[in-house]
């Protein structure tokens, strides 16, 4: 690696999230060793999703897939941290039997310019990441795509790849969870930050359902400022504002799927729905500064000691677990059939030309890296946009 081509990272302090560096990677700059590779990354997507990587960083071990190296600018005491992206990288440098120089790679990267990977499993199609950290972390996120194999794959696909690619699979494992329960029972589903990607492909799946025996009201809530665009999206049969909890019907069966994080909004709604809320489902952290360790805590650990609110106790939805399930029952081919289907159907009402969900936005350089992670880190972004980014 040459002085012009430094390995650099964006790390966060574990403490206060608002506090960032853009420092050089020791681990990413030093010599290549048998078996490992080099990628420089090309660009990636930062979303709220990123967000709840940091908020939720130590419960869910998302600190530990790219440890930060010790350094002149990480003060004694003040631990900091590399948030997970999902992106795409070009190989620049091969130690590792089977991957070439140029090849194109989708996956799991470091907020940084480059990744030392140490591959595995090395297929035509894909390979794992099987360094000595990554050994105990869920094998979903260590997993890499080999573009050139890759049927979804097309250059002009990227940003929509990595924008909503990892979070439409979550969306669906979501529908698929509560379809696998019958939906505990409910008859309708609230879901909290309904603007963003997560909630409204979820909702989007959900809507599928229409005029079938598995159908649910579908409702959305937000904030005043995003109403309109959720709204607009047409899969969300209501949306309301998060003052507007208590308009809804008290006693109708309820699933509550919780993007936000908030421990008000939460007992607001368990409070108002109380025994007719049948399962609260937590599984993003855009409110991520109303969290702090022990809701991180209980929200991982169930054997914690439950909240003190009426109606079921508040449950982790972790999307590698039920990847696994349904791995188990309907084989890796099986399972990627499905999600392929949900998504070609989710991709063309997020593309249509007349009204797209999505417009991308791009830039490039630390200084435009930290604008857009401080305007997500505020709340401040605007929900129609995807922001792709690069070093």
Known sequence: ??????????????????????????????????????????????????????????????????????????AAGKARGCIPVWGFADVTESRAEGLTVGERIYGYFPMATHAVLQPARVSASSFVDAAAHRVGLHPVYNQYTRCAADPGYAPTQESHIALLRPLFTTSFLIDDFLAEHDCFGAKAVLLSSA????????????????????????????????????????????????????????????????????????????????????????????????????????????????????????????????????????????????????WTAFMQRVTNPAAPWLTVVSATGAVAVQAVYQELLSGHTRPQQGHMLSF
């Open 1 to 74: 690696m040459t002085s012009q081509d430094l390995a650099h990272m964006f790390t966060v302090l574990k403490s206060d999230l608002n506090q960032t560096a853009f420092e050089i990677d020791i681990a990413a700059a030093a010599p290549l060793a048998e078996g490992l590779v080099r990628l420089r990354i090309n660009s990636f997507a930062l979303t709220s999703n990123n967000i709840t990587y940091a908020a939720f960083g130590d419960a869910m071990k998302y600190w530990n897939f790219f440890p930060v190296a010790t350094t002149a600018t990480t």
């Open 195 to 342: 603007s963003s990607k997560t909630a409204y492909g979820t909702a989007f799946c959900l809507s599928q359902r229409r005029g079938t025996a598995t159908e649910v009201k579908v409702i959305g809530l937000t904030s005043a400022a995003n109403a309109a665009f959720t709204r607009g999206l047409g899969c969300y049969d209501q949306v309301i504002t998060y003052d507007e909890v208590a308009l809804l019907p008290a006693d109708v069966p309820t699933v509550y799927v919780d993007m936000s994080g908030s421990a008000a909004v939460r007992a607001a709604v368990h409070r108002h729905f109380n025994d007719a809320l049948k399962h609260s489902c937590a599984v993003g952290g855009t409110h991520w500064d109303e969290l702090n360790a022990k809701d991180a805590a209980d929200a991982a650990d169930p054997a914690q000691p439950a909240k003190h609110l009426p109606g079921p106790r508040p449950t982790l939805f972790f999307a590698p677990a039920q990847i696994k399930k349904r791995v188990d029952d309907w084989g890796t081919a099986g399972l990627n059939q499905r999600t392929r289907a949900a």
